[in-house]
């Protein structure tokens, strides 16, 4: 998550205020750490004087940064010229690809989230899948960006796909063929009197808008107000905290939404809601999964502890951090994980994520039992939750349900491709019937 509040901090980068701002830390410096210091030095001469190959200083640095802040946790990193466009065209523009956020596990590359409407969706790629080969050349050992430049390509290009996929006896090729990827944050649409909004990501600045033009939307296609809204947010990878926070606040008349926590005890900020709940207080679903992550999580949980919806799915991912952007130079800038953040009854959704109310396996996928799930937890150096987690919380996701019996082929034959969105509309349903919307109306006023 890339967020926009806490960049107070990037003018300390410019050139006059580093010195003022390093001399205090370098006279605090033991002893050990200037022999540290010495140590790299010797080893970066040496490799400048005797390694094989040539390898130019800039390379060398680079890599001793990655190597440092490879130190700390999966989400801080040294960005340079090229990754910087990188998350530009990601959060600003457009790009020929596949529509696939991927990471290197490994010296493998494994899918994270297939995004919606995109090719890699619609060929049925899913999150823990690993690709292995492109267009027949394994990718075993290259690097990340290496693999993200080859599958981005010129829309209407075509790229065969090997896929390892953790349950199938075989690999399988997929022919995909690229598109204009273009970042659309929110859709909605109307099903059984139901207002169904999906939010895909929080990386636009403008997602707490197009979530007021989604519920303007379906208030005019019915010419009424909806029996309720799902809010659907699975896969969503995150984004920035201020749009998280916007659209938790449009769902919500008061009360805390999200505090975030730095390293010392008295670095605390609050962010609270405003009047005015644009759902004008119908039944809300939100639904969650393994993939939803971020500020996908910090909406889940806000509206979960302030008693306003029901989160309806599986444990999300687990990520309660906070990044920060600090730009280094016109090219250059540090993504640096810089605080915790907490849901308004102050629990850390770091490695424990957000535990539904009601669990529901998405059975309407063929591959759901044996699929794995990655969640933060998964992720090498991660954040250790400081408070200690309910080992309900991190029960195993793949244990049978005597609730949930029906196959996917027999789902498909009832007209049912989303098991999930289905079972969530046919709640939300039973619960705007006038007895149910009256015990929820008292339940409410209790617990203010």
Same mark, same amino acid.
């Given at each position: 998550?890339?967020?926009?509040?806490?960049?107070?901090?990037v003018?300390?980068?410019?050139?006059?205020?580093?010195?003022?701002?390093?001399?205090?830390?370098?006279?605090?410096?033991?002893?050990?750490?200037?022999k540290e210091?010495?140590?790299?030095?010797?080893?970066?001469?040496?490799?400048?004087?005797?390694y094989?190959? %040539?390898?130019?200083?800039?390379?060398?640095?680079?890599g001793?940064i990655?190597?440092?802040?490879?130190s700390l946790d999966p989400?801080?990193?040294?960005?340079?010229a090229?990754?910087?466009?990188n998350?530009?065209?990601?959060?600003?523009?457009?790009?020929?690809?596949?529509?696939?956020?991927?990471?290197?596990?490994?010296?493998?590359?494994?899918?994270?989230?297939?995004?919606?409407?995109t090719?890699?969706?619609? *060929?049925?790629?899913?999150?823990g899948?690993?690709?292995?080969h492109?267009?027949?050349?394994?990718l @075993?050992?290259?690097?990340?960006?290496?693999?993200?430049d080859?599958?981005?390509g010129?829309?209407?290009?075509?790229?065969?796909?090997?896929?390892?996929?953790p349950?199938?006896?075989?690999?399988?090729?997929?022919?995909?063929?690229?598109?204009?990827?273009?970042l659309?944050?929110? %859709?909605?649409?109307?099903k059984?009197?139901? $207002?169904?909004?999906?939010i895909?990501?929080?990386?636009?600045?403008?997602?707490?808008?197009?979530?007021?033009?989604a519920?303007?939307?379906i208030?005019k296609?019915l010419?009424?107000?909806?029996?309720?809204?799902?809010?659907?947010?699975?896969?969503?990878?995150?984004?920035?905290?201020?749009?998280?926070?916007?659209?938790?606040?449009?769902?919500?008349?008061?009360?805390?939404?999200?505090?975030?926590?730095?390293?010392?005890?008295?670095?605390?900020?609050?962010? @609270?809601?405003?009047?005015?709940?644009?759902?004008? $207080?119908?039944?809300?679903?939100?639904?969650?999964? *393994?993939?939803?992550?971020?500020a *996908?999580e910090?909406?889940?949980g806000?509206?979960?502890?302030q %008693?306003?919806?029901?989160?309806?799915?599986?444990?999300?991912?687990g990520?309660?951090?906070?990044?920060?952007?600090?730009?280094?130079s016109?090219?250059?800038?540090?993504?640096?994980t810089?605080?915790?953040?907490y849901?308004?009854?102050?629990?850390?959704?770091?490695?424990g994520?957000?535990?539904?109310?009601?669990?529901?396996?998405q059975?309407?996928?063929a591959?759901? %039992?044996?699929r794995?799930?990655l969640?933060?937890?998964?992720?090498?150096?991660?954040?250790?939750?400081?408070?200690k987690i309910?080992?309900?919380?991190l029960e195993?996701?793949?244990?049978?349900?005597?609730?949930?019996?029906?196959t996917?082929?027999?789902?498909?034959?009832?007209?049912?491709d989303?098991?999930?969105?289905d @079972?969530?509309?046919?709640?939300?349903?039973?619960?705007?019937?006038?007895?149910?919307?009256?015990?929820l109306?008292?339940?409410?006023r209790?617990?203010?």
């Amino acid at each position: 998550m890339k967020t926009k509040t806490l960049l107070r901090s990037v003018g300390l980068f410019g050139a006059g205020a580093l010195a003022a701002t390093l001399t205090p830390a370098i006279s605090a410096v033991d002893m050990s750490t200037y022999k540290e210091l010495d140590q790299f030095m010797s080893v970066f001469e040496r490799v400048r004087a005797d390694y094989v190959d %040539k390898v130019d200083d800039r390379t060398l640095m680079k890599g001793a940064i990655d190597g440092m802040l490879a130190s700390l946790d999966p989400h801080s990193a040294y960005l340079d010229a090229r990754d910087r466009q990188n998350m530009r065209t990601q959060t600003q523009g457009s790009y020929g690809g596949l529509g696939l956020s991927v990471t290197m596990e490994d010296g493998a590359v494994k899918i994270m989230t297939a995004q919606e409407d995109t090719p890699a969706q619609k *060929a049925g790629l899913k999150t823990g899948d690993y690709i292995t080969h492109l267009d027949g050349k394994l990718l @075993y050992g290259g690097t990340l960006d290496e693999a993200v430049d080859q599958m981005r390509g010129k829309p209407g290009s075509k790229i065969s796909v090997t896929i390892v996929r953790p349950g199938r006896d075989k690999p399988f090729d997929v022919s995909l063929t690229r598109e204009l990827i273009q970042l659309k944050p929110v %859709k909605w649409e109307v099903k059984d009197q139901v $207002g169904i909004i999906n939010i895909n990501t929080f990386v636009n600045s403008n997602t707490g808008d197009s979530v007021r033009a989604a519920i303007a939307g379906i208030q005019k296609s019915l010419g009424h107000d909806p029996l309720g809204y799902v809010i659907d947010l699975r896969s969503n990878p995150g984004g920035l905290l201020d749009q998280a926070i916007d659209v938790s606040d449009i769902f919500l008349e008061r009360g805390e939404i999200v505090s975030q926590r730095g390293r010392e005890k008295t670095d605390i900020e609050r962010r @609270y809601a405003t009047p005015g709940d644009l759902a004008h $207080g119908l039944p809300i679903i939100v639904l969650v999964d *393994a993939g939803s992550a971020s500020a *996908a999580e910090i909406v889940a949980g806000a509206l979960q502890d302030q %008693k306003r919806a029901l989160v309806m799915g599986e444990r999300s991912f687990g990520k309660g951090s906070v990044q920060t952007v600090l730009e280094l130079s016109d090219d250059t800038a540090l993504k640096l994980t810089t605080a915790r953040y907490y849901t308004p009854s102050g629990r850390s959704v770091q490695e424990g994520g957000i535990a539904p109310d009601i669990l529901v396996p998405q059975i309407s996928d063929a591959d759901y %039992k044996s699929r794995p799930r990655l969640r933060e937890a998964d992720l090498r150096r991660h954040l250790i939750n400081e408070a200690k987690i309910d080992d309900k919380v991190l029960e195993d996701d793949g244990k049978t349900d005597p609730r949930f019996i029906l196959t996917a082929d027999a789902l498909k034959k009832q007209g049912i491709d989303d098991f999930q969105l289905d @079972y969530a509309i046919k709640t939300l349903s039973r619960m705007a019937q006038p007895a149910m919307r009256t015990a929820l109306a008292g339940g409410k006023r209790g617990a203010r």
